[in-house]
């Protein structure tokens, strides 16, 4: 495994969580500034919290397109991996019984 790929599933959550805060960000300054609508009653954060998760997941679905095929080559090494490791142990319980 290359050291691009080592850490690729935690960095493309941490960059998609970051596309999210900054969403989540810059939604809550526009309602503060009434240029979204505030939502009924009590529902503010609520409102907020899913308008900030529909405008990012456009948005890391394009923005962060390598870090996510990176994250699927780790993880298609790894379930080779284990898939190996697994017929090999296989192998050697059919061996000795």
């Known amino acids: 495994m290359s050291s691009t790929t080592s850490h690729a599933t935690l960095r493309y959550t941490l960059m998609r969580l970051g596309i ?3 969403c989540f960000l810059v939604i ?6 009434g240029v979204f609508p505030s939502a009924i009653g009590d529902a503010n954060p609520l409102w907020v ?3 900030a998760l529909v405008v990012s997941a ?3 679905f394009v923005l962060l397109r390598r ?5 699927s080559a780790q993880v298609h090494d790894g379930v080779t ?8 142990n296989q192998s050697q319980e059919d061996g000795v019984a």
């Open 67 to 71: 870090q996510r095929d990176a994250m």
């Open 81 to 88: 991996k284990a898939k190996g490791k697994l017929a090999a």
């Open 58 to 60: 456009p948005l890391s």
């Open 49 to 51: 919290v899913l308008l």
């Open 28 to 33: 809550s300054l526009l309602v503060q500034f």
């Open 20 to 22: 999210f805060v900054g």
